[in-house]
């Protein structure tokens, strides 16, 4: 299990996140737009993943486990889900 | 120069501008497709043009360019300073290759090899070093701007394509793969759709990163997606604008220099503009395009003392480093275009009168169609009448349309009366200077139009109209101020249209002409015999004075009154199938009334018969066409007179003059043609009159160029050649 989807509608994206679970964290987020998403135990996030936490402008909980994610893309996250 | 050639000459220099322009804000904006498209298909129609005159060298040099520019259309290549630098190359060569076409129509000698250097350039592996020149695209300096602190080498835009996604990339993992990572950026998040509107399979990142490393170690690790990149070289102290030029345009310059310093006259201007324009596209591309206009001044210099040393001199300092221009590089006046006295030789044409012929053309193919159907109606065995109610029908319709497109075409000739009056003001100014008599000149009508001829022929007709008024009608301003006018003349130079005409009209308010004294000059002088001239009222004595030998080289003055006086303006307005009248107010000033065809192309021609033959009179010498008894014609001496309300003129008959046996004298009433020309009035007694008619009239060319009394032919519908007469041959 790579994406986990807690009791509270919240979702968790653990260890390397392949491009198959882009489709599912897309139609939870659309099912529910508020939903929570942790990634602080993500190592690796396929860009598939990673797009569409940028085009439901969420600001998931982290620093993620990957350094080049939480160096690069988590800040681009956090601001972009600002805006 | 053969006319394929030059209408070749003419396309390539404007597709060159256009794709120049492409190409120069392609390198500001590299996604700009439309530019893109505007570039490759202007090196495609270049390609076309050069295989058209057979200039196979060219066609090649153009291929390697359009091959290039297709491969960053398919995605395959990026927009990069040398793919522009390589396409401006090219068309640098091009225009070099057009200036020595220019000059002598044939294709230069040597262009195959200077093919092979453009083919080579494009072929070449990617320069494995890039040159040290800031670049000037757009979303670097942004990138560079937002990151001020990174010690950033190169900047790299990657945008992967939709499928990455399906063919299993992960374009993130090649991005962290890339070393010496200093930012990463992903463009315009925030102008995303929706979260619904998301198609997770495709992908729509494009990522925006800094890197200390170089640009192979970057290209390396992004590896197989290397067409989807683009890498730029940045410099770590933020945009700076580079003074030296590429190694490059350095080589292009000092080339430049040799074929200024060539030596021979022959081509010199063809030279200096060439390497001008090449000097300018290197500042252009070094995005230095406000130096450019030094360039051209040195061109400008160049050009006009027809020595290549201003030139040199800017190419020399911008090879040292320096800026092109160290002092005023040229004197003032040396900057002031020529004006050129000749005729325009090409014509701006309002689109929409362009679109009007479009349209006819396409009326006209209908017409031609139906004309079709009528000819397979007429093969079938049609009745005859019916067939006759059919083509009566479609030649209605293609006389409508062809009357239609003759009037569009010949509107497409027009040129408007500014062309010509605005050259007058500061002549006249110079002419008050020299005879001291104060008067301002006021145009109206300016923007009358008349066809191109006629406007281009108008201009020494009225400077002679104008000298004449200032010279001989205004007084001088004590003379003036006595009779209460003010001390400054006003002449008025006015155009307007009326119907087919055009009227132009030099009108001053000085003293008129004095009619005694024009009868007096006129005996004087012997213009025309003394019992003529005490017969004649005083409109037809003021006439005299555009009769030849009126003015004589005994008025001479320092301005009107050459020897050639006021009928060299009645002969120009006259070829032009025009008219001149003046009209006199004792006092109150003059008016020269010029009364142009609006179109010289087409005439309008009364048809006669005599002597068993069809002949043409031009319809704006026709006054009246009479009927009257034989017996109303005079024997005078051995010609013959009538007299038409009080008015005894000449009768000619038209069979006699033109030398064909008269045709039997019958007890008929004569038909008799009153017609004006060269000022004298006349009847011709013709056998017939025919019908009125639109032709295009063909002057006499070869051997019958010189041949008198005929002002050309046309071809009439059945196929004859009609044969327009010259009346004031015939009435003088």
Same mark, same amino acid.
């Given at each position: 299990?790579?994406l986990?989807?807690?009791?509270d ?11 198959e679970?882009a489709e599912?964290?897309l139609r939870?987020?659309c099912?529910?737009p ?6 602080r ?5 396929h ?6 936490l940028?085009?439901g ?7 993620p486990?990957s350094?080049?994610l939480?160096?690069?893309?988590d800040?681009?996250?956090?601001r972009?889900?600002?805006? | 120069?053969?006319e394929?050639?030059? $209408? ?11 794709a !120049?322009?492409d ?7 590299p996604?700009? &497709?439309?530019r893109l498209?505007?570039?490759f298909?202007a090196?495609? !129609? ?5 295989g ?5 060298a ?7 360019a359009?091959d290039?520019?297709?491969a960053v259309? !398919? ?5 990069? $300073?040398d793919?522009?630098?390589d396409c401006?190359a090219c ?7 057009l200036?020595?076409?220019?000059? =002598?129509?044939?294709i230069p000698? =040597?262009?195959?090899a200077a093919?092979d250097g453009i ?5 070449r ?6 040159p040290? %020149?800031s670049p ?7 990138l560079?701007?937002?990151?001020p602190q990174?010690?950033?080498l190169?900047a ?11 063919r299993?990339?992960d374009?993130l ?6 070393? =010496?990572?200093?930012?990463v ?7 995303w759709?929706?979260l619904?509107?998301l198609?997770?399979?495709?992908c729509?990142l494009?990522?925006?990163?800094l890197s200390a490393?170089s640009?192979?170690?970057?290209r390396?690790a992004?590896?197989s ?8 070289p940045?410099?770590?102290k ?7 030029l ?13 074929l200024l310093?060539h030596?021979e006259?022959?081509?010199?201007a063809?030279r ?6 090449? %000097?300018?596209?290197l ?5 230095r &395009?406000?130096e450019v ?10 050009q006009s003392?027809?020595t !290549?040393?201003?030139?040199?001199? %800017? ?19 040396a900057a002031?275009p ?6 325009a030789r090409?014509?701006r044409?309002d ?7 479009v349209n ?8 031609k169609n139906a004309?079709?159907h009528a000819?397979?109606?007429a ?11 059919l083509?009566?029908? $479609?030649?209605a319709v293609l ?14 000739r027009v040129l408007q009366?500014?062309?010509?009056f605005?050259?007058?003001p ?8 020299s005879?001291?008599k ?10 009358t139009?008349?066809d191109k001829v006629?406007v281009?022929s ?5 400077l ?9 009608? %205004?007084e ?6 006595a009779?209460?006018?003010?001390a400054?003349?006003?002449?008025v ?8 005409n ?6 001053d308010?000085g003293?008129?002409v004095?009619v005694?004294?024009?009868r007096?000059?006129?005996?004087e ?8 001239l005490?017969a ?10 555009f009769?030849p030998g ?7 003055t320092?301005?009107?009154g050459?020897?050639v006086?006021m009928?060299?303006?009645r002969?120009a307005v ?9 009209e006199?107010? &004792?006092?109150?000033g003059?008016t020269v009334?010029l009364?142009?065809?609006?179109a010289?192309?087409?005439?309008r021609?009364l048809t006669v018969e005599a ?8 319809l ?7 009927r009257?008894p034989?017996?109303?014609i005079r ?6 007179a009538?007299?038409l309300?009080?008015r ?9 003059a033109?030398g064909d046996t ?5 007890a008929d ?5 009153v017609a004006l020309?060269?000022g004298?009035?006349?009847g011709l007694?013709?056998?017939r009159?025919?019908e009125?008619?639109?032709v295009?009239?063909?002057p ?5 160029a010189?041949m008198?009394?005929i002002?050309?032919?046309?071809l ?5 050649v ?5 009346? $004031?041959?015939l009435?003088?």
């Amino acid at each position: 299990m790579t994406l986990r989807i807690g009791g509270d509608d919240a979702v968790e994206l653990i260890g390397d996140c392949p491009s198959e679970d882009a489709e599912a964290l897309l139609r939870h987020l659309c099912a529910h737009p508020d939903a929570r998403v942790d990634w602080r135990r993500c190592e690796s996030a396929h860009t598939a993943v990673v797009q569409v936490l940028f085009a439901g402008r969420v600001r998931p909980r982290g620093p993620p486990a990957s350094q080049f994610l939480s160096t690069y893309v988590d800040p681009l996250l956090m601001r972009a889900g600002v805006a | 120069m053969n006319e394929f050639v030059e $209408q070749f000459l003419i396309e390539c220099h404007e597709l060159i501008e256009q794709a !120049t322009d492409d190409l120069l804000t392609l390198e500001g904006r590299p996604d700009d &497709a439309e530019r893109l498209d505007g570039a490759f298909r202007a090196f495609h !129609t270049l390609k076309g043009a050069a295989g058209i005159v057979d200039f196979a060298a060219m066609a090649r040099a153009l291929h390697a360019a359009e091959d290039a520019l297709s491969a960053v259309r !398919t995605g395959r290549e990026a927009v990069t $300073q040398d793919l522009i630098g390589d396409c401006l190359a090219c068309l640098d060569q091009v225009v070099q290759w057009l200036d020595s076409m220019q000059s =002598d129509g044939e294709i230069p000698p =040597d262009a195959e090899a200077a093919a092979d250097g453009i083919v080579q350039r494009f072929s070449r592996i990617p320069a494995p070093a890039i040159p040290e %020149v800031s670049p000037k695209v757009g979303w670097a300096d942004a990138l560079m701007a937002r990151h001020p602190q990174a010690q950033a080498l190169v900047a790299l835009r990657y945008a992967p394509d939709a499928e990455a996604f399906l063919r299993g990339e992960d374009p993130l993992a090649r991005l962290a793969g890339v070393p =010496d990572l200093l930012a990463v950026e992903i463009e315009g998040v925030d102008a995303w759709p929706s979260l619904e509107a998301l198609d997770p399979f495709s992908c729509h990142l494009v990522f925006l990163a800094l890197s200390a490393s170089s640009a192979q170690g970057v290209r390396a690790a992004l590896g197989s997606a290397g067409d989807q990149v683009q890498v730029l070289p940045v410099n770590p102290k933020g945009p700076s604008r580079a003074s030296r030029l590429s190694a490059e345009a350095e080589g292009l310059l000092e080339a430049q220099l040799r074929l200024l310093d060539h030596g021979e006259a022959e081509g010199l201007a063809g030279r200096i503009g060439s390497a001008g324009r090449v %000097v300018g596209n290197l500042l252009r591309h070094a995005g230095r &395009a406000e130096e450019v206009g030094v360039v051209d001044r040195a061109v400008a210099a160049s050009q006009s003392a027809r020595t !290549t040393g201003a030139l040199v001199e %800017v190419v020399h300092r911008l090879l040292s480093g320096q800026p092109p221009a160290a002092r005023e590089p040229v004197e003032a006046n040396a900057a002031e275009p020529s004006s050129t006295g000749g005729t325009a030789r090409t014509l701006r044409v309002d689109v929409e009168r362009i679109d009007a012929l479009v349209n006819l053309t396409g009326e006209l193919l209908v017409a031609k169609n139906a004309l079709g159907h009528a000819v397979g109606q007429a093969q079938s065995g049609m009745d005859v009448a019916a067939l006759a109610t059919l083509l009566k029908d $479609q030649h209605a319709v293609l006389q409508r349309l062809v009357d239609e497109l003759q009037r569009s075409v010949l509107n497409v000739r027009v040129l408007q009366m500014r062309y010509v009056f605005q050259r007058f003001p500061r002549l006249v100014r110079e002419m008050v200077l020299s005879l001291g008599k104060p008067a301002h000149l006021v145009t109206e009508g300016d923007e009358t139009e008349a066809d191109k001829v006629v406007v281009e022929s108008l201009f020494e007709p009225l400077l002679h109209l104008l000298r004449n008024a200032l010279d001989h009608g %205004v007084e001088s301003p004590a003379v003036r101020m006595a009779a209460g006018k003010p001390a400054a003349a006003t002449i008025v130079l006015r155009a307007r249209r009326s119907n087919d005409n055009v009227i132009v009209e030099v009108e001053d308010d000085g003293a008129g002409v004095d009619v005694a004294r024009v009868r007096a000059v006129a005996s004087e002088r012997a213009v025309v015999p003394l019992e003529t001239l005490e017969a004649m009222s005083d409109p037809e004595v003021l006439d005299l004075i555009f009769a030849p030998g009126f003015s004589t080289a005994a008025q001479v003055t320092q301005m009107s009154g050459r020897g050639v006086g006021m009928d060299a303006v009645r002969t120009a307005v006259e070829r032009l199938g025009g008219r001149v009248v003046m009209e006199s107010r &004792a006092g109150a000033g003059a008016t020269v009334r010029l009364t142009l065809p609006f179109a010289i192309m087409m005439s309008r021609v009364l048809t006669v018969e005599a002597g068993g033959q069809l002949f043409g009179i031009p319809l704006e010498a026709v006054l009246e066409t009479v009927r009257m008894p034989r017996s109303e014609i005079r024997p005078v001496g051995a010609a013959r007179a009538f007299v038409l309300r009080n008015r005894t003129m000449p009768l000619i008959d038209l069979a006699d003059a033109l030398g064909d046996t008269p045709g039997p004298t019958s007890a008929d009433p004569v038909n008799v043609v009153v017609a004006l020309a060269g000022g004298r009035l006349g009847g011709l007694e013709v056998d017939r009159l025919g019908e009125r008619l639109d032709v295009m009239l063909k002057p006499m060319e070869g051997l019958l160029a010189g041949m008198r009394g005929i002002a050309g032919t046309t071809l009439l519908g059945d196929g004859r050649v009609l044969l327009v007469l010259d009346l $004031q041959e015939l009435l003088r």
